[in-house]
Antibody, heavy 121, light 108 residues
Framework: EVRLVESGGGLVQPGRSLRLSCAAS????????MHWVRQAPGKGLEWVSS????????YYGDSVKGRFTISGDSAKRSLYLQMARLRTEDTALYYC??????????????WGQGTLVTVSS | SYVLTQPLSLSVAPGRTATITCGGN??????VQWYRQKSGQAPALLIY???DRPSGIPERFSGSNSGNTATLTISRVEVGDEADYYC???????????FGGGTKLTVL
């Protein structure tokens, strides 16, 4: 059974940094693209970032480009999202998502339950 | 950037058919996914590659995509279908995933 468990969320001041983690199990971590998607309170889904392990390609949404970095550790079967220069508008529930295939352009087939990030002074 | 436009809300009586649209420039040339998010839950894949259903998704759910509109159709709507529905696609020209704004389906 595929399982994705996010952690690392919390309350952080604007301008500070935070790193989210996602522990993956139930599938071969290196064989699938991975993604982060966020959802602000009461709002819709917003794609944040994707990674294709085979090509090493990483992709980012316009609102986080240059501030967020996606990475992973295959030995720990973990996905990370390093978030810097956080803004109040980054406040959201952040979902870790597994891709259907190794291609980051393929759809998302499993979602974690999310970790909440609140950016506020 | 590329925009996907969905109606904010839709109300349908039980047993009737719900049609949720997703508008985008030449969306018919792209592969569209649909996700369902029930209250308090994470989203879940409903339709992929325009019209394919993952295992476990009933045949009542179907998708189509042509021209500037992709459509999710839910036949014989049930109270349990109440949820937010999102369309999504990968835009290869900008290397980004794009979500529609979501449609809240109410069954009354």
């Amino acid at each position: 059974e595929v399982r994705l468990v996010e952690s690392g969320g919390g309350l952080v001041q604007p301008g500070r940094s935070l790193r989210l983690s996602c522990a993956a199990s139930g599938f071969s971590f290196n064989d699938y693209a991975m993604h982060w998607v966020r959802q602000a309170p009461g709002k819709g889904l917003e794609w944040v970032s994707s990674v294709n392990w085979n090509s090493g390609s990483m992709y980012y949404g316009d609102s986080v480009k240059g501030r967020f970095t996606i990475s992973g550790d295959s030995a720990k079967r973990s996905l990370y999202l390093q978030m810097a220069r956080l803004r109040t508008e980054d406040t959201a529930l952040y979902y870790c998502v597994k891709g259907y295939s190794s291609y980051s352009s393929d759809h998302f087939d499993h979602w974690g339950q999310g970790t909440l990030v609140t950016v506020s002074s | 950037s590329y925009v996907l436009t969905q109606p904010l809300s839709l109300s349908v009586a039980p047993g009737r058919t719900a049609t949720i649209t997703c508008g985008g420039n030449n969306i018919g040339s792209k592969s569209v996914q649909w996700y369902r998010q029930k209250s308090g839950q994470a989203p879940a894949l409903l339709i992929y590659y325009d019209s394919d259903r993952p295992s476990g998704i009933p045949e009542r759910f179907s998708g189509s995509n042509s021209g500037n509109t992709a459509t999710l159709t839910i036949s014989r709507v049930e109270v349990g279908d109440e949820a937010d529905y999102y369309c999504q696609l990968w835009h290869s020209g900008i290397n980004q995933w794009v979500f529609g704004g979501g449609t809240k389906l109410t069954v009354l």
